[in-house]
């Protein structure tokens, strides 16, 4: 079941996300972040009327999708960044792509433009998942992040909604 996020839901949120901050280049986050904290980007997604989902099963949060928006800037009001995450336990079952289906089923309904993703890289499951929804990778970052003792690339993919894929 994917449904907006509730306060019930951030604990799993965090527990998620966290995974990722320990073990993986996914995000270039470092120290796990509490529950509170998730409360707090959540509610600042929220309050620029863009989506935060969950995935559930079971009762159990098991991924997350949200859209925050691409600049601070005016114009770029109808770009957004998108991000997913799922839980390690679940990958592979179709999570990522459910979440991210509806993620942009929502924001097209918002008259999104266009939806950016960045990928640290090496990350081929990602990859393969922008591309299967329609993205296209548009640019490439070399060297930008830096954790676990190595320096890590970054991708950016993006689609437009409106058929017009860039």
Known sequence: MIRHAAHSDLEGVARIYNHYVLNAIATFEEEPISAGEM??????IESA???WLVAEQGGQVVGYAY???WS????YRFSVESTVYVDPAAVGQGVGTALYKVLLDTLRDKSVHVVIGGIALPNAASVA???R???QKVA???EVGFKF???IDVGYWQTALDGDHC
Do not use: I
Not at 39 to 44: D, K, P, Q, W
Not at 72 to 75: L, P, Q, T, Y
């Open 129 to 131: 998942l922008h591309e």
């Open 72 to 75: 601070g800037r005016c114009s």
């Open 149 to 151: 003792n190595r320096w």
């Open 133 to 135: 929804l329609g993205f």
């Open 67 to 69: 859209a925050g928006k």
């Open 49 to 51: 009327g863009l989506p």
């Open 140 to 142: 490439h970052f070399r």
């Open 39 to 44: 409360a707090g980007r959540r509610a600042a």
